[in-house]
T-cell receptor, first 116, second 112 residues
Framework: GAVVSQHPSRVICKSGTSVKIECRSL??????MFWYRQFPKKSLMLMAT?????????EQGVEKDKFLINHASLTLSTLTVTSAHPEDSSFYIC????????????FGQGTRLTVV | GESVGLHLPTLSVQEGDNSIINCAYS??????FIWYKQESGKGPQFIID?????DKRQGQRVTVLLNKTVKHLSLQIAATQPGDSAVYFC???????????FGQGTELSVKP
């Protein structure tokens, strides 16, 4: 199947710093990618829809200035957690699909963010 | 709001037994459903999907059943193996630009 790669898989940062997470579709182009957040023993919560060449669409309650999303090419979306705090510690996952309706979504391996 | 939920948060089975994981959905407009398997520290992995014009679909050792009347989805795993131990999520495609709404997940534990 198609491959979506996330980098880094783990990151530890100090409070107040910013962290960038990359999501790449390796063998297909994706005009839309999705970013999720997952707490331990919980389900995936959609944060935002990343749209190539335009602004991301954020879900209700997700701070767009806190979680900056850039989708500069058809194979790369980035999520930047700005001024990170310990409560931002979580597992972040991206997904992408070769088709616009996202009927075949492929997920990255996730990024474990720990803010100390 | 619309949501997808699961009846059982944990399920423990003996190796070789069949497993059934259930899911309820509330968005009657959803027309595409997917089951994912997530191992610890990894992203979700596609297992099987089904469209609303079907009520059953079979894969290798897995079967998904869809009951639109009661908005219920289930995943059946035949001859469950230790490697099947993971958290299983159902998800529905909300027809809103491809957004997936995930259920709460069921942790499957297979005893050897």
């Amino acid at each position: 199947g198609a491959v979506v790669s996330q980098h880094p898989s783990r990151v530890i940062c100090k409070s107040g710093t910013s962290v960038k997470i990359e999501c790449r579709s390796l063998d297909f182009q994706a005009t839309t990618m999705f970013w999720y957040r997952q707490f331990p023993k919980k389900s995936l919560m959609l944060m935002a829809t990343s749209n190539e060449g335009s602004k991301a669409t954020y879900e209700q309650g997700v701070e767009k200035d806190k979680f900056l999303i850039n989708h500069a090419s058809l194979t790369l979306s980035t999520l930047t957690v700005t001024s990170a705090h310990p409560e931002d510690s979580s597992f972040y996952i991206c997904s992408a699909s070769p088709d616009r309706l996202n009927t075949e979504a492929f997920f990255g391996q996730g990024t474990r963010l720990t803010v100390v | 709001g619309e949501s997808v939920g699961l009846h059982l948060p944990t399920l423990s089975v003996q190796e070789g037994d069949n497993s059934i994981i259930n899911c309820a959905y509330s968005n009657s407009a959803s027309d595409y459903f997917i089951w994912y398997k997530q191992e610890s520290g990894k992203g979700p992995q596609f297992i099987i999907d089904i469209r609303s014009n079907m009520d059953k679909r079979q894969g290798q050792r897995v079967t998904v059943l869809l009951n639109k009347t009661v908005k219920h989805l289930s995943l059946q795993i035949a001859a469950t193996q230790p490697g099947d131990s993971a958290v299983y999520f159902c998800a529905e495609n909300s027809n809103q630009g491809g957004k997936l709404i995930f259920g709460q997940g069921t942790e499957l534990s297979v005893k050897p």
